[in-house]
Protein backbone atom coordinates (compact mmCIF):
# COMPACT_ATOMS: atom_id res chain seq x y z
CA UNK A 1 0.00 0.00 0.00
CA UNK A 2 2.58 2.08 1.05
CA UNK A 3 5.03 1.62 -2.42
CA UNK A 4 1.63 2.05 -4.25
CA UNK A 5 1.17 5.29 -3.32
CA UNK A 6 4.25 6.44 -3.70
CA UNK A 7 5.73 7.36 -0.26
CA UNK A 8 9.95 6.74 -0.58
CA UNK A 9 10.16 7.16 3.12
CA UNK A 10 8.97 6.12 6.64
CA UNK A 11 9.57 7.85 10.29
CA UNK A 12 8.74 5.17 12.93
CA UNK A 13 7.45 6.70 16.28
CA UNK A 14 8.60 5.97 19.97
CA UNK A 15 6.76 2.54 20.86
CA UNK A 16 5.08 2.20 23.74
CA UNK A 17 6.90 -0.53 25.20
CA UNK A 18 10.92 -0.23 25.57
CA UNK A 19 12.77 -3.41 23.20
CA UNK A 20 10.00 -3.75 20.67
CA UNK A 21 10.26 -5.86 17.72
CA UNK A 22 8.41 -5.14 14.53
CA UNK A 23 8.28 -7.36 11.76
CA UNK A 24 8.18 -4.62 8.65
CA UNK A 25 9.62 -4.87 5.44
CA UNK A 26 11.81 -1.99 5.52
CA UNK A 27 13.86 -2.57 2.01
CA UNK A 28 12.35 -0.53 -0.72
CA UNK A 29 11.90 2.74 1.92
CA UNK A 30 14.04 5.05 4.01
CA UNK A 31 13.95 4.85 7.33
CA UNK A 32 14.18 6.45 10.37
CA UNK A 33 13.10 5.78 13.91
CA UNK A 34 12.72 8.06 16.49
CA UNK A 35 13.90 6.79 20.23
CA UNK A 36 15.48 3.99 21.41
CA UNK A 37 12.09 1.77 22.19
CA UNK A 38 12.47 0.27 18.81
CA UNK A 39 14.87 -2.29 19.13
CA UNK A 40 14.62 -4.61 15.86
CA UNK A 41 14.17 -3.55 12.21
CA UNK A 42 17.93 -1.95 13.48
CA UNK A 43 17.79 2.01 11.69
CA UNK A 44 18.99 4.98 11.86
CA UNK A 45 17.67 7.05 15.00
CA UNK A 46 16.99 10.70 16.17
CA UNK A 47 16.30 10.99 20.20
CA UNK A 48 17.05 12.25 23.31
CA UNK A 49 20.80 11.91 24.84
CA UNK A 50 19.95 10.24 28.03
CA UNK A 51 22.93 10.74 29.74
CA UNK A 52 23.42 14.28 29.10
CA UNK A 53 20.05 14.57 30.32
CA UNK A 54 20.64 12.79 33.45
CA UNK A 55 24.36 14.63 34.25
CA UNK A 56 22.78 18.01 33.44
CA UNK A 57 19.35 16.62 35.92
CA UNK A 58 22.65 16.05 38.64
CA UNK A 59 24.27 19.28 38.33
CA UNK A 60 21.47 21.67 38.11
CA UNK A 61 19.41 19.59 41.55
CA UNK A 62 23.72 20.51 43.12
CA UNK A 63 23.55 23.89 41.99
CA UNK A 64 20.71 24.14 44.05
CA UNK A 65 22.55 22.40 47.29
CA UNK A 66 20.23 19.31 47.52
CA UNK A 67 22.42 16.38 49.15
CA UNK A 68 20.25 13.78 49.20
CA UNK A 69 19.19 12.63 45.11
CA UNK A 70 17.14 9.69 44.97
CA UNK A 71 16.15 8.55 41.44
CA UNK A 72 12.48 6.88 41.33
CA UNK A 73 11.28 5.63 38.07
CA UNK A 74 9.13 2.79 35.96
CA UNK A 75 10.67 -0.25 34.95
CA UNK A 76 10.14 0.14 30.92
CA UNK A 77 10.75 3.81 31.65
CA UNK A 78 14.21 3.19 32.75
CA UNK A 79 14.91 0.20 30.08
CA UNK A 80 13.22 3.24 27.60
CA UNK A 81 16.28 5.53 27.99
CA UNK A 82 19.11 2.98 28.12
CA UNK A 83 19.04 2.65 31.87
CA UNK A 84 20.98 6.25 31.76
CA UNK A 85 19.92 7.66 35.41
CA UNK A 86 20.05 4.12 36.95
CA UNK A 87 23.30 4.06 35.82
CA UNK A 88 24.74 7.40 36.94
CA UNK A 89 23.10 6.90 39.98
CA UNK A 90 24.94 3.66 40.90
CA UNK A 91 28.13 5.60 39.92
CA UNK A 92 27.26 8.07 42.25
CA UNK A 93 26.86 5.59 45.08
CA UNK A 94 29.90 3.98 44.52
CA UNK A 95 31.85 7.46 45.18
CA UNK A 96 29.46 8.18 48.15
CA UNK A 97 28.03 10.88 46.20
CA UNK A 98 24.43 12.24 46.28
CA UNK A 99 23.89 10.88 49.78
CA UNK A 100 24.95 7.25 48.45
CA UNK A 101 21.01 6.55 47.34
CA UNK A 102 20.10 3.17 45.01
CA UNK A 103 17.84 4.28 42.45
CA UNK A 104 14.50 2.56 43.10
CA UNK A 105 12.46 0.81 40.59
CA UNK A 106 8.69 0.76 39.84
CA UNK A 107 7.05 -2.40 38.57
CA UNK A 108 3.72 -1.46 37.91
CA UNK A 109 2.25 1.71 36.26
CA UNK A 110 -0.90 1.29 39.32
CA UNK A 111 0.89 1.13 42.44
CA UNK A 112 -0.26 -2.00 44.86
CA UNK A 113 0.10 -2.37 48.64
CA UNK A 114 3.47 -3.81 47.87
CA UNK A 115 4.60 -1.11 46.20
CA UNK A 116 3.83 1.68 48.53
CA UNK A 117 5.30 -0.73 51.57
CA UNK A 118 8.45 -0.88 49.02
CA UNK A 119 9.09 2.36 48.43
CA UNK A 120 8.05 3.61 51.78
CA UNK A 121 10.78 1.60 53.37
CA UNK A 122 13.80 2.99 50.51
CA UNK A 123 12.43 6.72 51.57
CA UNK A 124 12.58 5.83 54.97
CA UNK A 125 16.37 4.29 54.77
CA UNK A 126 17.69 6.91 52.73
CA UNK A 127 15.86 10.35 53.27
CA UNK A 128 16.18 12.15 49.95
CA UNK A 129 15.92 15.74 49.66
CA UNK A 130 15.21 15.57 45.84
CA UNK A 131 13.64 13.24 43.54
CA UNK A 132 14.76 12.85 40.14
CA UNK A 133 11.71 11.28 38.41
CA UNK A 134 10.98 9.45 35.42
CA UNK A 135 8.05 9.52 33.49
CA UNK A 136 5.05 9.19 35.84
CA UNK A 137 6.48 7.84 38.82
CA UNK A 138 6.58 11.46 40.56
CA UNK A 139 2.61 10.76 40.74
CA UNK A 140 3.66 7.27 42.20
CA UNK A 141 5.98 9.76 44.99
CA UNK A 142 3.25 11.70 45.53
CA UNK A 143 1.01 9.24 46.58
CA UNK A 144 3.00 7.18 48.66
CA UNK A 145 4.31 10.45 50.44
CA UNK A 146 1.21 12.54 51.15
CA UNK A 147 -0.30 10.31 53.19
CA UNK A 148 2.52 10.28 55.41
CA UNK A 149 2.60 14.24 55.66
CA UNK A 150 5.51 14.01 53.38
CA UNK A 151 5.19 17.44 50.91
CA UNK A 152 6.58 18.54 47.81
CA UNK A 153 8.37 20.94 47.98
CA UNK A 154 8.25 21.73 51.24
CA UNK A 155 10.14 18.24 52.60
CA UNK A 156 11.53 17.30 49.13
CA UNK A 157 12.27 19.30 45.81
CA UNK A 158 11.23 16.86 42.61
CA UNK A 159 12.35 17.25 39.07
CA UNK A 160 11.05 15.53 36.26
CA UNK A 161 13.26 14.48 33.48
CA UNK A 162 10.74 14.73 30.78
CA UNK A 163 8.14 17.33 29.48
CA UNK A 164 5.13 17.39 32.14
CA UNK A 165 1.65 16.63 30.91
CA UNK A 166 -1.06 18.94 30.20
CA UNK A 167 -2.84 19.96 34.09
CA UNK A 168 -0.05 18.94 35.55
CA UNK A 169 1.21 20.60 38.78
CA UNK A 170 3.73 23.36 38.30
CA UNK A 171 6.66 20.50 38.30
CA UNK A 172 10.54 21.74 37.00
CA UNK A 173 11.74 19.27 34.37
CA UNK A 174 14.20 19.29 31.63
CA UNK A 175 13.20 19.65 27.87
CA UNK A 176 14.00 16.68 25.77
CA UNK A 177 13.18 19.13 22.80
CA UNK A 178 11.07 16.27 21.13
CA UNK A 179 9.72 19.08 18.74
CA UNK A 180 13.48 19.47 17.59
CA UNK A 181 13.92 15.82 17.51
CA UNK A 182 10.82 15.28 15.03
CA UNK A 183 12.00 18.17 13.05
CA UNK A 184 16.07 16.12 13.01
CA UNK A 185 14.05 12.42 11.88
CA UNK A 186 12.45 14.65 8.96
CA UNK A 187 15.32 15.72 7.69
CA UNK A 188 17.42 12.64 8.12
CA UNK A 189 14.72 10.42 6.30
CA UNK A 190 14.75 13.50 3.73
CA UNK A 191 18.64 12.83 3.23
CA UNK A 192 18.32 9.34 3.03
CA UNK A 193 15.67 9.34 0.24
CA UNK A 194 17.99 12.09 -1.82
CA UNK A 195 20.66 9.29 -1.69
CA UNK A 196 18.76 6.60 -2.55
CA UNK A 197 19.50 4.92 0.58
CA UNK A 198 16.93 2.32 1.91
CA UNK A 199 16.58 -0.35 4.02
CA UNK A 200 18.34 -1.67 6.54
CA UNK A 201 21.19 0.39 6.67
CA UNK A 202 24.94 -1.19 6.73
CA UNK A 203 26.15 1.05 9.78
CA UNK A 204 22.89 2.90 11.88
CA UNK A 205 23.67 6.02 12.56
CA UNK A 206 22.37 8.27 15.83
CA UNK A 207 21.56 11.63 16.26
CA UNK A 208 21.16 12.68 19.78
CA UNK A 209 19.58 16.26 21.00
CA UNK A 210 20.85 17.65 24.18
CA UNK A 211 18.23 18.94 26.77
CA UNK A 212 18.06 22.28 29.10
CA UNK A 213 16.33 22.43 32.50
CA UNK A 214 12.96 24.16 32.51
CA UNK A 215 11.91 26.00 35.96
CA UNK A 216 8.87 25.40 38.17
CA UNK A 217 8.08 25.41 41.91
CA UNK A 218 8.72 21.98 42.40
CA UNK A 219 12.36 22.66 42.66
CA UNK A 220 13.29 25.72 45.34
CA UNK A 221 16.81 26.35 46.66
CA UNK A 222 18.03 24.14 49.18
CA UNK A 223 21.21 26.19 49.94
CA UNK A 224 24.81 26.88 49.02
CA UNK A 225 25.79 24.38 45.77
CA UNK A 226 26.79 20.87 46.38
CA UNK A 227 30.00 21.89 45.10
CA UNK A 228 32.00 18.51 46.26
CA UNK A 229 28.68 17.05 43.33
CA UNK A 230 29.50 19.44 40.77
CA UNK A 231 33.06 18.80 40.88
CA UNK A 232 32.20 14.77 39.90
CA UNK A 233 30.15 15.96 37.72
CA UNK A 234 32.29 18.27 35.94
Same mark, same amino acid.
Given at each position: !????????? !?????????????? *??????? $?????????????? =?????????? =?????? !?????? &? +??????? &??????????????????????????????????? +?? &????? +?? *???????????????????? =???? /? $???????? $??????????????????????????????? +???? /??????????????????????? /?????????????? /???????????
Amino acid at each position: !LLQARGIPG !LIFAPQPQAGTHLD *FPTGPFS $CVAIGQSLTEPHLH =RVGANYHQLT =RLAFLH !LAELGY &E +RIGVVAH &ELSAHRTLYAQEALAHTLVAHGAAGGIPPFSLHYE +RL &EKKDI +RL *FNEWWDRHRPDAVLSIDGSW =RAVG /E $CLRPRGIL $CPQHYGLLYLSRPEDGAPDIAWIDQNDEQIG +REAV /ELVSMLINRGEHGLPRVPIQFLL /EGQVRPGSSLPRRG /EPNRSLIKLLD
